[in-house]
């Protein structure tokens, strides 16, 4: 399993920017996607942002424009700059961690995820 440890959430005010980390207990090159997501109370956990081993990244549109996800392969973290922030934006964020690996004969899938970091955009 890939252990996933998230940092960086907080308070800020609308239009303010924040830096979510997410370190992988194992080297980003073996990990296919690695991803954020939010959830915010009765709502459904979706995807934010998240970016491949071979350095594609695709946004949620509500986020465009707004945030980057990058990576460093050599402290395996991956970050979320978020900038302008919304107040629509407040929800726990979790980092997610998808890969393959072989077992026997079968390819299957793999899905971790990291404890979550609460974001609040708030005036």
């Known amino acids: 399993q890939v252990q996933l440890v998230e940092s960086g959430g907080g308070l800020v005010r609308p239009g303010g920017s924040l830096r979510l980390s997410c370190t992988a207990s194992?080297?980003?090159?073996?990990?296919?996607?690695m991803g954020w997501y939010h959830q915010a109370p009765g709502k459904q956990r979706q995807l934010v942002a998240a970016?491949?081993?071979?350095?594609?990244?695709n946004y949620a549109d509500s986020v465009k424009g707004r945030f980057t996800i990058s990576r460093d392969n050599a402290k395996n973290t991956v970050y979320l700059q978020m900038n302008s922030l919304k107040p629509e934006d407040t929800a726990v964020y979790y980092c997610?961690?998808?890969?393959?690996?072989?077992?026997?004969?079968?390819?299957?899938?793999?899905?971790?995820w990291g404890q979550g970091t609460q974001v609040t955009v708030s005036s």
């Open positions: 997610n961690a998808k890969y393959f690996k072989w077992r026997g004969q079968t390819m299957r899938q793999y899905d971790d």
């Open positions: 194992e080297s980003l090159f073996s990990i296919n996607t």
């Open positions: 970016i491949t081993s071979g350095g594609s990244t």
